[in-house]
């Protein structure tokens, strides 16, 4: 069965300092108020995960919020200057990694072939990828997002095997939504993530669509999460903003509690 997610992607935001104490206070939040078992992911900046970690193994949250990197090199290692390996993260602490992001797309021209190649390196070592779908503004208005979506997921993660892909996470992301404050509708959100599990329907089976979580991104926020989250095929959601703010954050961990 998929598992419930609500994962909080900092970005490029906090320092060392600014991200143990946002952190602390999710965590105590969380132990004081969620009474779900979503899973409950914080991707902080390479900089600041081992310390988030040993704060994290010295507290009584443990396992409770999971970390994740929001990025990985695409080789194993080598002269890659300012690049980080999926081996290091996963040495630091970190269990997930975002791969594919819209701002690693757009900034950094990261291709879906390439993106393949990270998805192979984080689950080598045994990081589960938070792998990033989504459409811009113009590609839904010409009308080929759906299009767009399929060879993201074709070229970038359908080339895993059955028992391999059903542990990936899937983070629909609608480039227009994303810091924006237009969020998609539910509607909107759920036609799309159904969209998705019906090609892993097609490219898999039955069974392997149902166990890869979906996951909505973009203006997710407390007042949205909860219609967004109730829809059939919508598992969670990556979030921007309303995760550097504890009280946003865990309100909308909250929302599977309802
Ligand atoms: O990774 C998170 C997404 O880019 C969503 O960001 P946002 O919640 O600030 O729109």
Known sequence: MRKKIVAGNWKMNNDLQ???KLFSEVANMVKDEVSNDAEIIVSAPFTNIYALDQWKNGSDIHDKIKLSG?????????AYTGEVSA?????IGAEYVIIGHSERRQYFAETNALLAK??????KHELIPIFCIGETLQEREKNIHLDLIKNQLQ???FHLIKSVVKTVVIAYEPVWAIGTGLTATPEQAQEIHAFIRQLIVEGYDEETANEVSILYGGSCNPSNAASLFSQKDIDGGLIGGASLKSRDFTDIIKTFNS
């Open 155 to 157: 070229e970038g993660l």
């Open 70 to 78: 929001q990025n990985c090199c695409w080789e194993e290692s080598g």
């Open 87 to 91: 081996k290091m993260l996963k040495s």
């Open 118 to 123: 990270k998805v192979d390196l984080a689950l």
């Open 18 to 20: 600014e991200s143990l």
